[in-house]
C-alpha cells in the first residue's frame, strides 16, 4: 500500500483510547500552547496576520487579539502564527519542528465551528503528533538540510490529518485530504529573522483546515504523494532520507507523543540554544561569577544548528530569537532569559550588547556528541558544563507546577485576573468539556 494509504486507514482506524500517559502529554501540550497563543498575540507577526484576514469576513472562530470570529481557515492562520511568535512554543526531535503551533490552532478553530468536545480535539492532537514526527523519521534529517522547514512543510501534513480525524471523515476522505496537503506544504528555513518564520505555523494550520475540508467536500488527490515518483519523499529529499517503510511499520505502536514526547519551552527564543543557555545559568549559579569576570564564552553545538543562529549582531528581536550571542549575553548579565528581554528596548542595552563579543560557537566534532559551554574568566578559571538533556524536553520535561507557572507568566498583562484564571480552570478541565467553545470564550482579546 502506498504510504498515504497506511497513514489514512491507521488515522481514521485507531481507537481514542490512547492511553493515560498519551493523553497526559497531550493536555499538557495544549495547556502549554494556549498560554504561548495569548502570550505571542501582541506580536508584530501576530498582527499582521489578524489584520490580513479582518477583511475576509466573519464566521464562528475565535482569534486572540480580535474583537470578531473570524472563518475556521483564518482564525487558525492567525492563531498559529500567534502561537510561534514569541518563539516559546514546543518542539520535537524527529520532525525537527514546532507540532502543536501547527495542530492545536487548526484544531481548536475547526472544533469551534463544529462544537468539538475537549475529549475528540485531544484525541484528533495525539494523531496530528503522530503523523506529524512519524513524517519527521521519514524525512529528516535529509529534508531539514536541503532547506526546509519541517514546521511548515511536515506541519501541514500532519494538521490536515488533524482536522480530519477531528471530523470523523473515513479513510478514504483522509486519504485524499493528506494528498492534497502535499500540494500546500512549503516555507523554507530563509525566512529565519522575519516574520514569515512565524507566519510558516500559521499557514500550515490554515492549510491543515483547508485540505481536510475539501476532502471532506468530496476533492481528491493521488495516493502517490508522498511516496510516489513525484512525491514528498523524492521531492523535499535525498536519497539518504530513511524514507516510509520504518516509521510507518511502528505508527501508533508506540504512539510518537510517549516515544518522544513533546519539548516544552523555558526560553522565548531558538530551541538551539536552550542546552547552552541551560549550561550557561547553571555555571553561574554554581560558581557565582559576574559578567565582568568573563573573557570567553564558547558554545559547542552542531553545525547545522549554528546555520539556524546566524545573526551575531542582531538587528531586531526577530533576528534576537535566533542568536546565540544575543541569548548568551542576556543569561550572562541577567541570569535568566524572559519575554521582555526580546522587545525592541531590551535588544539595543548596552550592557548586554557589551557582553556579546564574548561569546562565540563552535561545532562540535562527534556527531553524537552533547552541547556543551565553557566559560573562561580573567582570574585564569575554566568552567565546562555539558547538557545531555536540555530543561523542558522529553527526559527532563516541566512538571505541573512549572508549566503552570509558564502559564501565569505567559497571561500576565494581557488577560485580566478573572479571565486568566478562568482560562487556566478551562485547560485543567479540557478533557471533560463537552465543547470546546468552553474554553475558547475565555480568550478573550488582547488590547
Not at 535566533?322 to 548596552?350: K, N, Q, W
Request: with cysteine; aromatic share 6%; hydrophobic share 45%.
Amino acid at each position: 500500500m502506498s504510504a498515504i494509504r497506511v497513514i489514512a486507514d491507521w488515522s481514521a482506524g485507531v481507537s481514542d483510547d490512547h492511553g493515560a500517559e498519551a493523553y497526559r502529554r497531550a493536555h499538557a501540550g495544549c495547556i502549554d500552547t494556549v498560554a504561548c497563543l495569548v502570550a505571542g498575540a501582541r506580536d508584530p507577526a501576530s498582527i499582521a496576520a489578524r489584520k490580513a484576514v479582518a477583511g475576509w469576513g466573519v464566521g464562528t472562530a475565535t482569534v486572540v487579539g480580535d474583537p470578531e470570529r473570524r472563518p475556521a481557515p483564518w482564525a487558525a492562520l492567525a492563531n498559529g502564527t500567534a502561537v510561534d511568535a514569541l518563539d516559546f512554543d514546543d518542539y520535537d526531535v524527529p520532525a525537527a519542528s514546532h507540532p502543536s503551533a501547527v495542530i492545536l490552532p487548526a484544531l481548536l478553530a475547526l472544533g469551534e465551528e463544529r462544537g468539538a468536545s475537549g475529549r475528540s480535539l485531544l484525541d484528533a492532537y495525539v494523531v496530528g503528533i503522530e503523523v506529524q514526527l512519524r513524517m519527521g523519521e521519514a524525512l529528516n534529517l535529509s529534508h531539514f538540510h536541503k532547506g526546509f522547514h519541517p514546521t511548515a512543510t511536515i506541519g501541514t501534513l500532519a494538521a490536515s490529518v488533524a482536522c480530519t480525524r477531528l471530523l470523523g471523515l473515513d479513510a478514504t476522505a483522509t486519504g485524499h485530504s493528506l494528498s492534497i496537503a502535499t500540494s500546500l506544504a512549503a516555507g523554507s528555513k530563509c525566512q529565519l529573522g522575519t516574520t514569515t518564520i512565524h507566519l510558516h505555523t500559521g499557514l500550515a494550520a490554515h492549510n491543515g483546515v483547508l485540505a481536510a475540508s475539501l476532502a471532506a467536500a468530496g476533492a481528491t488527490g493521488s495516493a502517490d504523494a508522498l511516496d510516489g515518483e513525484f512525491g514528498i519523499l523524492r521531492l523535499m529529499a535525498d536519497a539518504d532520507a530513511p524514507g516510509f517503510d520504518g516509521p510507518l511499520a511502528k505508527l501508533g505502536d508506540p504512539l510518537a507523543i510517549v516515544e518522544y514526547g513533546l519539548c516544552v519551552k523555558p526560553y522565548p527564543c531558538c530551541s538551539y540554544t536552550t542546552p547552552i543557555i541551560d549550561g550557561l545559568l547553571a555555571l553561574r549559579s554554581e560558581h557565582g561569577f559576574t559578567p565582568d569576570e568573563v573573557v570567553e564564552v564558547i558554545a559547542f553545538l552542531p553545525a547545522s544548528h549554528i546555520g539556524f543562529l546566524k545573526f551575531p549582531e542582531p538587528a531586531d528581536e526577530l533576528e534576537a530569537r535566533f542568536s546565540m550571542e544575543y541569548c548568551l549575553a542576556v543569561a550572562m548579565h541577567r541570569g535568566a532569559v524572559v519575554v521582555a528581554d526580546f522587545s525592541p528596548t531590551a535588544i539595543v542595552g548596552e550592557e548586554v550588547r557589551a557582553l556579546m563579543p564574548k561569546v562565540r560557537m563552535e561545532a562540535l566534532t562527534e556527531p553524537a556528541a552533547h552541547d556543551r559551554v565553557v566559560v573562561r574568566l580573567g582570574d585564569g578559571r575554566t568552567l565546562d558544563r555539558t547538557v545531555e538533556h536540555p530543561r523542558g524536553s522529553a527526559a527532563l520535561p516541566f512538571d505541573e507546577d512549572e508549566l503552570l507557572a509558564k502559564f501565569d507568566s505567559c497571561v500576565e498583562g494581557i488577560l485580566g485576573p478573572d479571565a486568566a484564571a478562568a482560562l487556566k480552570q478551562a485547560l485543567l478541565g479540557l478533557e471533560s468539556l463537552s465543547d470546546i467553545r468552553d474554553l475558547t470564550r475565555h480568550l478573550i482579546p488582547a488590547d
